[in-house]
């Protein structure tokens, strides 16, 4: 029989021996998980790899990237620079911020590196989208819908769109309770995008009925690509089909329209333009463009103009200068209809008093607008596949690897600014001149991305936060109805956890009824 002490001694022995095979076995797997990248150069270039970790075997530092958010990234620019390696979600990656970086990146499409998007974000949006298209198509689409965005459209948008948000202000000023901003924003930017950019005439309930079918769709565009039964994938190729289904209707009809009367809508303008380039586009293509429509506009305006409001209440002195301004310029005087037993009525009728421009002279607003868009960017950046080694800040970029440029980063970054990056200050954004931060040609200021996939829509987008920004300021004043300031989520875009939970009171009107008090 073997003593009780020796026993014990010849377990820990195993465990102990156990360990130290697993350790040994672990370091091992670590070494050639470093190894396989670091060979993984091309000798070709005698430049080196950009510093960095690849993490963990298999798994490299996509856990890290999930508990840490924002600040993975954040950390890691401090510990090796503006332009460092890692491995997420089973792919090398670099990352890159700071302005000239970046534009190598946003300059060198279809040249040095192409768009990159998950594979499920191109089954459920489709391959007729500027989106998914590269090289010539890309061109052919962008020209396309170039005719939408232009200059022309948006004077035609701009009275429609300033009525939505009019009559959406009043509402929220009507709410017998807090609002949820961000959700209020969402809802709001849906209805816009359905009634002005795609023309479709629907009802409340229809458009809340579609709004969440669209919201199906969006949350499950990055899934993983498994077409199975209660996937993520197969929930949005649902979505996707109720979508198509409905605006078949919709574009049939439009199709039906007299083909020299003057397009009303994006959708109806997207027709137009490819019929004078001698294009006919199949209800496929027309139900695929109305859908990227909607997803550029949807999420990445709400959660901008949810910024906007978050920051003018942390910011009073900016709504002064606004007032100031509006009051400078004769519109100081807002629309206002008395209350009735169901508070302010929200579709008044009032007329529109802003055109695209007077809104290109309200300048602090502008700048407001710019400032918000600067320290809040709905995205954080964009990601792109390197099509072939090339330099970047004396490093090597790899063929084949992914690269993510980063817009937070080179906001924050930037040494550009007079004041503190991490600062609200519009002024920054007060100089007129070529070197301002802003400015053509310059990347300190990315926040609709550059080059040939620069944002199509940045002038819409901006001008719904310049009529949001003036109806707001002299038509309500709001507070929050929760204890302190929520924290902000950064993925996959900005947005308050908490939804921004805020109280919206009319202004005060004079004695004589004629508008309220700025």
């Not at 298209?133 to 170039?146: F, K, S, Y």
């Not at 027309?286 to 990227?292: H, R």
């Not at 002038?459 to 309500?476: D, N, Y």
Request: with cysteine; hydrophobic share 40%; charged share 20%.
């Amino acid at each position: 029989m073997v003593p009780w002490g020796l026993s014990c001694l010849s377990v820990l022995g195993a465990v102990g021996t156990a360990l130290l095979c697993t350790g040994l076995l672990l370091s091992l797997a670590q070494y050639l998980w470093t190894l396989r990248w670091t060979l993984s150069r091309d000798s070709a270039s005698a430049l080196p790899l950009p510093k960095g970790s690849m993490g963990w075997p298999f798994f490299g530092e996509t856990l890290h990237w999930l508990v840490q958010g924002s600040r993975f990234h954040s950390s890691r620019r401090e510990r090796y620079g503006p332009v460092f390696k890692t491995h997420l979600l089973g792919r090398p990656v670099v990352r890159v911020s700071g302005a000239e970086n970046v534009r190598t990146i946003l300059l060198g499409e279809h040249r040095l590196v192409r768009s990159q998007w998950p594979q499920s974000t191109h089954i459920l949006l489709g391959s007729h989208t500027l989106l998914g298209a590269v090289g010539e198509p890309h061109r052919r689409r962008r020209q396309v819908l170039a005719r939408v965005f232009s200059r022309t459209a948006l004077e035609r948008y701009v009275p429609r769109l300033q009525g939505a948000l009019r009559g959406e202000v009043r509402a929220w000023c009507a709410a017998p309770g807090p609002v949820a901003v961000y959700e209020a924003a969402k809802a709001l930017t849906f209805r816009m995008a359905a009634r002005i950019l795609l023309g479709l005439r629907l009802d409340e309930a229809r458009c809340a009925e579609l709004a969440r079918t669209f919201e199906q769709l969006v949350e499950n565009l990055f899934s993983l690509p498994l077409d199975v039964p209660f996937s993520g994938l197969r929930k949005g190729i649902r979505a996707r089909d109720q979508l198509h289904q409905h605006l078949e209707e919709a574009i049939t009809e439009k199709l039906r329209e007299d083909q020299a009367a003057e397009p009303g809508d994006a959708l109806s303008l997207i027709i137009h333009r490819a019929r004078e380039l001698g294009r006919e586009l199949s209800m496929q293509e027309l139900q695929e463009s109305a859908v990227e429509l909607l997803f550029a506009a949807f999420f990445t305006t709400a959660s901008a103009s949810t910024s906007l409001i978050l920051l003018l209440l942390q910011h009073p002195a900016a709504i002064t200068k606004i007032q100031q301004e509006l009051v400078a310029q004769g519109l100081g005087r807002a629309c206002y209809c008395a209350p009735g037993a169901a508070g302010l009525r929200p579709h008044c009728g009032c007329e529109p008093d802003l055109s695209l421009a007077l809104l290109g002279r309200l300048h602090y607003v502008n700048c407001v607008v710019k400032e918000v868009l600067r320290l809040l960017p709905p995205v954080s950046g964009g990601y792109r596949t390197a099509l072939r080694t090339f330099e970047l800040d004396g490093y090597q970029i790899p063929k084949g690897w992914s690269v993510m440029y980063s817009i937070r980063d080179t906001h924050e970054t930037a040494a550009v600014y007079r004041s503190p990056p991490e600062g609200f200050d519009p002024e920054r954004f007060g100089a007129r001149s070529e070197d301002a931060p802003g400015s053509p040609g310059r990347f300190h200021y990315i926040p609709f991305g550059g080059g040939v996939r620069s944002c199509l829509g940045q002038e819409l987008a901006q001008a719904v936060l310049q009529l949001l920004a003036v109806e707001l300021v002299r038509t309500a004043r709001w507070e929050l109805a929760t204890p302190s300031f929520p924290a902000m989520q950064t993925v996959p875009i900005v947005h308050p956890v908490d939804g921004l939970r805020l109280f919206f009171r009319p202004l005060a009107t004079s004695a004589a009824g004629d508008g309220p008090h700025l």
